[in-house]
């Protein structure tokens, strides 16, 4: 029985800056984390640690000893690009599968960008996507006959089911998906148990939630954390009760989770120092589809190594 950890430390990886440089035309950025993704763990009692990008292996085994979890946050880069978001997302994943098959539970929870980046880990590096298109959609899911032998949904009181499978909840905004046939053809059905579809604007059917069947690994394509901590209008995410209610129920589920990993940092100084605290957000919905986000510089990579 593995003890439970009460206030768990939740990793989440940053991503390089393409999409989102026109925020700040005048600085230079390396790396960010949409501030909504903090807010969303932290909403079930997880505090944070940004991960960064293109880093030696040996700090990603640091990261995977403290932390009591993993987030691969949605967004929007290349997964080609050397030293960047998808390399170290298969360097976490291959290291996370290492330890729960040693023993030591690990879990990881991938958002729309993050879910897709758990199947291109799965597929050894290989960018399985289709194109979909399926922007400002807020859908009910569409579950499988056996939805209720899935983990995601085994103790999902009915409440939560009955508006999933019947309200406009689950917001999409993305580009790439995958597919039934995607996963099969690249023989990864033995791995994941695909557990919701949808469709997008084009009646091309998608995956939107699935888990590993043998790993606490969890992919939703859409995103929960939009309709509690993103507000600009142009997006047309929903804010009412129940899309709020069905998104603290996926926060809770991952960290419930990440309470099962009891690592630790190896002193209380190293930890505070690690936090994502040490870093103000910036109010960007002037220029940016995020609120707030979290800027980080080349500076602030050298500087908190975990060490």
């Known amino acids: 029985m593995v003890a439970e950890n009460g206030a768990p430390i939740i990793g989440v990886l940053t991503q390089e ?29 997880a505090r944070i640690v940004p991960i960064w990008i293109g880093q030696e292996k040996k700090y990603y085994e640091r990261v995977l000893q403290y932390t009591n979890g993993m987030l691969f946050p949605g967004g929007a880069t290349y997964f080609n690009e050397t030293n960047g978001y998808a390399e170290a997302a298969k360097v976490i994943y291959e290291m996370a599968q290492n330890l ?11 958002i729309c960008l993050g879910m897709q980046v758990l199947a291109f880990a799965s597929a050894k590096g290989k960018d ?15 579950f499988d006959k056996d939805y209720r032998c899935s983990k995601l949904f085994r ?18 905004y993305h580009n790439y998906c995958l597919t039934d046939n ?18 997008d604007d084009e009646d091309i059917e998608f995956i939107s939630t699935m888990e590993h069947k043998k790993y606490p690994f969890y992919g939703l ?8 901590f993103e507000f600009k209008e142009t997006l047309d995410i929903k804010h009412n009760f129940n899309s709020t209610l069905v ?17 630790r940092f190896p002193n209380e100084n190293l930890e505070l120092n ?15 589809s995020y609120f707030q986000m979290y800027m980080f510089t080349e500076e602030d990579f050298l500087n908190y190594q975990l060490k």
């Open 17 to 45: 800056t393409f999409s989102v440089e026109k925020c700040f035309p005048k600085q230079r950025y390396v790396g960010y984390i949409a501030a909504s993704y903090v807010k969303f763990l932290e909403s079930a009692g």
């Open 100 to 110: 729960n098959d040693n023993g030591k539970y690990y879990p990881i929870l991938g």
């Open 128 to 142: 399985i996507r289709v194109h979909c298109h399926c922007q400002k959609r807020t859908l009910p899911l569409i």
């Open 155 to 172: 103790h999902a009181p009915d409440e939560i089911l009955n508006i999933l499978r019947s309200q406009n909840v689950t917001y999409n």
């Open 182 to 199: 995607t996963i099969h053809r690249n023989n990864l059905q033995d791995e994941w148990k695909l557990v919701t579809r949808n469709k």
């Open 221 to 228: 394509q859409f995103h929960p954390e939009k309709s509690r």
């Open 247 to 263: 998104s603290q129920y996926f926060a809770n589920f991952f960290i419930e989770k990440c309470k099962k990993n009891n690592n």
């Open 274 to 288: 690690a936090l994502i605290y040490n870093f103000s957000p910036a109010f960007t919905a002037n220029n940016c």
